[in-house]
């Protein structure tokens, strides 16, 4: 369906017009590489810094389990005593007295013989309490989640603009942020002049680790959804995508960002600069680990005064891929102030914020 109806051109002016929709075509290209867009529609009321200095909320990683008690011991029983031989008369000749001896030490023999069998059977034995707890040092070697900070609802807009072959593009993103302690969605929409725009939605649960999705959206001329089916273990994807495995802390290409930001809030020392944060990511047709290393300390001037930053870079992983980098505001909850997207050719995107807003 078209959204636009674009008058005749005259010669002279289709050059300009082809170049305009070239430009934005490619803008839509490069976002679809990245997989980010922000999120927004209706107004709102601003937002100052000092509001947005205390945005987040800190959950702690939850304690782990106590170990199981021992188990109790079973009681013993006690051995019958041995009934003792008689004893030989003194009239009993040499030969008499050899066959007591001997049958006396072999009922002796049978008579310790029983209940050293009755002990090790009824008794508990030292390897019992070892064999019964195996499950102890899986839960030991499950590292708990980090301690994540959860940003307070917001809408954010970006400014955007790229370059493609040097032609300059510029276009418009908005991101809408919501959460109420236990539910999240978010959603990105980027606007560009005579194309339309793309929309990426994200929605789901929050748990003691931070964002789990449950579904992911992909919107430009048809939706392309990813599912995350956590009953199964599984993620299932809407195109022609064979389903996987589901691993822990998986997020989408758009809730990567904000886990990013809610873990950098929840405990900032744990993240010093050289540091490098994984996280498995999905997006409408696959699943593969970005890993962001945690760059030095910059200061950036943007619309809403001087903001002093923490930039993370997700390196290239294979020829022909892109390098990701990402500016994070901790006076603003730690959300992403700046995105830059750059190509192997040098051609990037890049979307910086403007303004924020109440949803």
Not at 47 to 59: G, M, S, W
Not at 314 to 340: H, I, N, Q, S
């Amino acid at each position: 369906m078209r959204l636009f109806s674009l008058p005749a051109l005259t010669p002279t002016r289709r050059p300009i017009a082809c170049l305009v929709l070239l430009a934005a075509a490619v803008l839509l290209a490069h976002l679809a590489v990245l997989g980010w867009l922000p999120m927004g529609s209706s107004r709102g009321q601003a937002l100052d810094e000092k509001t947005l200095h205390l945005v987040t909320r800190v959950l702690p990683a939850p304690p782990p389990a106590p170990p199981k008690p021992p188990p109790r011991p079973r009681p013993v029983t006690p051995p019958a005593p041995a009934v003792p031989a008689p004893a030989a008369e003194p009239a009993a000749s040499e030969t008499s007295t050899d066959t007591a001896t001997t049958t006396a030490a072999d009922t002796g023999t049978d008579s310790m013989a029983a209940p050293a069998s009755t002990e090790a059977a009824s008794a508990p034995p030292e390897t019992a309490a070892p064999a019964e707890t195996p499950a102890e040092p899986a839960v030991a070697s499950t590292a708990p989640p980090p301690p994540v900070g959860l940003p307070q609802s917001v809408r954010l807009k970006y400014d955007m603009q790229g370059e493609y072959k040097k032609l300059l593009y510029h276009a418009g993103a908005e991101l809408l942020w919501q959460q109420d302690g236990a539910r999240y969605s978010a959603r990105m929409e980027v606007s560009a002049f005579l194309i339309g725009s793309r929309v990426q939605t994200s929605e789901g649960a929050i748990g003691a680790g931070g964002l789990e999705p449950e579904r992911f959206a992909d919107k430009a001329r048809r939706e392309q959804a990813t599912h995350f089916d956590r009953d199964q273990h599984r993620i299932v994807f809407s195109a022609n995508t064979p389903e996987m495995p589901l691993p822990p802390g998986v997020q989408d290409r758009l809730s990567v960002f904000l886990q990013l930001s809610s873990q950098l809030a929840g405990d900032p020392g744990r993240y010093p600069e050289g540091s490098t944060i994984t996280i498995p990511t999905a997006g409408p047709r696959d699943l593969a680990d970005w890993s962001f290393v945690v760059g030095a300390p910059e200061t950036l001037q943007l619309r809403l005064g001087s903001q002093p930053t923490i930039k993370l870079e997700r390196a290239p992983r294979k020829e022909y891929d892109t390098r990701v980098e990402v500016w994070f505001a901790p006076a603003l909850g730690y959300l992403p102030v700046r995105m830059r997207i750059t190509q192997q050719t040098g051609d990037y995107i890049e979307q910086t914020l403007e303004s924020a807003e109440r949803p």
